[in-house]
Each structure stands twice: as structure tokens, then as C-alpha cells.
């Protein structure tokens, strides 16, 4: 397994989770990596982003609530999570964009997905 997503749960609305993604690649520091999450009957959106640089993007939804980031020395994402709304409820993925370093490519991975549940 490349992504193991983790932290997923059931919260109460304006609670918090903090979500984890450990990854198993080959150099996990030159990827781009992110967080998006499907909502039962809705597309796959995008909610985070985090460039190998450390550079943030948000969705508009979620701007000033939730907030990732990456340990290069853990290979892992997170995505911290404040101020839940009942509408964030969904199973959250994350992912590795494919990357390029030194002439190689590095394919990208999806994670299998955590469930975050916000009751109202």
C-alpha cells in the first residue's frame, strides 16, 4: 500500500479530526501531495494541496478550517481539521501527484480513503 489514510471518525459539528496519510514511496518529498473527499452522491473534490515545497491551496469551502501539511521525515500528510460542518462529511482521500526528479519519473497513488462523519 503506497497511501494509508487514517484519523477518520464521527464528531460532533465544530468539532476537530486531524487526518494522516503514510506513504510508502520511493521518495515521497518530491511529490505534490492532497487531500480530496466524496460526499455520498457527489463528485471527488479537491480540498487541499500542498506542493513538494511546502506551498498550501484550499477550496474555498474550507479556507480558515482546515489546514495541511506534510513531514518529508515521516512521509506523511495531514489534514487538520477544525470547525467540522455537517457538510464536510465524506470519505477523504489522499494523493500523491505523479513527480519527475533527475530525469526519473514517479508515478502518482491514491490513498484508500477515510470516512469523516459530522453530526449536527
Known amino acids: 500500500v503506497q497511501l494509508q489514510a487514517s484519523g477518520g471518525g464521527l464528531v460532533q459539528a465544530g468539532g476537530s479530526l486531524l487526518l494522516s496519510c503514510a506513504a510508502s514511496l520511493s521518495i515521497f518529498s518530491i511529490h505534490d501531495m492532497a487531500w480530496h473527499r466524496q460526499a455520498p452522491g457527489r463528485q471527488r473534490e479537491l480540498v487541499a494541496s500542498i506542493s513538494s515545497r511546502g506551498s498550501e491551496s484550499y477550496a474555498d469551502s474550507v479556507k480558515g478550517r482546515f489546514t495541511i501539511s506534510r513531514d518529508n521525515a515521516k512521509d506523511t500528510v495531514y489534514l487538520q481539521m477544525n470547525s467540522l460542518k455537517p457538510e464536510d462529511t465524506a470519505v477523504y482521500y489522499c494523493?500523491?501527484?505523479?513527480?519527475?526528479?533527475?530525469?526519473?519519473?514517479?508515478?502518482?497513488?491514491w490513498g484508500q480513503g477515510t470516512l469523516v462523519t459530522v453530526s449536527s
Open positions: 494523493a500523491a501527484d505523479p513527480a519527475y526528479a533527475d530525469g526519473s519519473y514517479y508515478p502518482g497513488f
